[in-house]
């Protein structure tokens, strides 16, 4: 439900994940749900629903989990793009100085997982470089 209703409303203006990859790592039962992959479903969450009290909590709560989860070291790029989705949501909903940190903070973990390089290379598995290059415009638009 969360993945449909992202894909259906969020995804049109901010194409970020590939739907396909995502949903063949949701169908695959030997895949497990890693750490970063929960963040990004949280994040989907996040950022398709208002601003209540109710997803105050799981705001903070995932602020604090990607803070956590990028200090351990589980850098991915499913940390970054819910580091994005985060960052969107804080813009969207005016939740100033933290929009501006956010953003930061996805740049310099795109930076150290390599993403920005993804602009110059053409040879590789397509949809990964795409969905890097995504990754990276993103931050580039939160930037502006």
């Known amino acids: 439900m969360i993945a ?8 049109q ?3 970020l994940l590939s739907r396909r990859r995502f949903y063949q790592h949701l169908s695959n039962p030997f ?8 963040l990004v479903l949280l994040a989907m969450k996040l950022v398709e629903s208002e601003y209540t009290s109710a997803n105050s909590r799981l705001y903070d709560a995932l602020r604090n989990s990607l803070t956590d989860v990028a200090s351990r070291g589980h850098l991915t790029l499913y940390t970054l793009q819910a580091s994005i ?3 969107w ?11 501006y940190f956010s953003v930061g ?3 310099r973990l795109a930076t150290v997982l390599g993403v920005e390089k993804s602009i110059d290379v053409e040879n590789g598995p397509w949809a990964d470089i795409e969905e890097a290059r995504r990754c990276w415009w993103s931050i580039l638009l939160l930037d502006r």
Do not use: C, K, Q
Request: hydrophobic share 45%.
């Open 13 to 15: 203006w901010m194409p």
């Open 31 to 38: 895949a497990g749900r890693s750490t970063d992959f929960n």
């Open 105 to 107: 903070f996805s740049a």
């Open 4 to 11: 449909s209703t992202f894909f259906d409303r969020v995804h």
């Open 85 to 87: 989705l985060v960052a």
């Open 89 to 99: 949501f804080e813009y969207g909903h005016a939740i100033y100085p933290s929009a």
